[in-house]
């Protein structure tokens, strides 16, 4: 990894409003630009604004006109963009994507594979969990609830991403979004050896919903490395330097707490986390059989170990 400047978008997105959302992606993009970012992230569905209504969804095929709007954008100002969208699939429900538009003028795009309780009614789930190759870093998406499942940050890092984007559309809760996001977000970073920056859409929708907004990057120890938590639009903008991780991924480090724990992981004990049947039906550890064998079983067993004969 080489060094790089990123923006974040924490934007306010209007329900339905594409015309009007491009307008602010662009405004967004031509800040970025102007403060020499090298990438922009905006939140989850800020193009269409976020909806579990499908009334509400105005699904948009890729490719196709808003598509080549936002690639023109990128290349107008020579940024890669990665812009939340609903796209329209004709063999099934619409995906929650990211697009991610370059400013060479191709484009890729990630589906939200874990999808929350209320958007499975409207929407269909991503197959894959890609990363993608960008002038100077190798980086990965999870949108939101992705996020919860440890397992995705893990396989991106596992790829080679040493950027994790993190867009979201959470609303305003019971906790403050910065509260929420510290719980879990730095173990995501600190475990994969990740920069990990997430961004927020924020304010009200038109439609009664209010998002949370914020806008955070967590270096790869786990720590905060800059945040923005403000009312309305704001774009946050974070240098990301190569040197610790690159050092972590290479171990140049001798101490513990400077190693790519991957290096070390048993994917053999693993098999359990994608085969729940398989959990479920495994024989009982050799402590249980011994419980259920009763006392002498449990001391012949021991004394065996310690090599004396009974």
Known sequence: ???????????????????GNLTKIERFARDAATRGADLICYPELC?????????????????????????????TYGLAMLVGMVEYSPKSK????????????????????HLGVHEKSCFAPGQELPVFHYKKTTFGLLICWDLHFPETAALLALKGAEIIFAPHASPVAGADRRRIWLKYLPA??????????CCNQVGHDGTGRIFGGGAMVIDPRGNVLTEAFY?????????????????????RHAAMRHRFYHQARRPELYTGLVCSKKLNQAAPSTEV??????????????????????
Request: glycine residues 6%.
């Open 1 to 19: 990894m080489n060094s790089i400047r990123i923006a974040l978008a924490q934007m306010q997105a209007q329900s339905a409003d594409v015309t």
């Open 47 to 75: 193009l269409q604004g976020y909806s579990c209504s499908s009334q509400g969804l105005k699904p948009l095929q890729i490719p196709g006109p808003a598509v080549e709007r936002i690639v023109a954008l990128a290349q």
């Open 94 to 113: 619409p995906y929650i994507t990211h697009l991610i538009a370059y400013p060479h003028g191709n484009w890729d795009l990630y589906r939200k594979t």
């Open 188 to 197: 995501r970073a600190y475990d994969n050896t990740v920069f990990l920056a």
């Open 231 to 251: 009312q309305g639009d704001h774009l946050l903008v974070a240098d990301l330097q190569p040197e610790l991780l690159n050092a972590i991924r290479a171990g």
């Open 289 to 310: 059989q011994r419980k259920a064998a009763g006392p002498h079983a449990q001391a012949k067993n021991h004394c065996c170990k310690n090599n004396v004969k009974t």
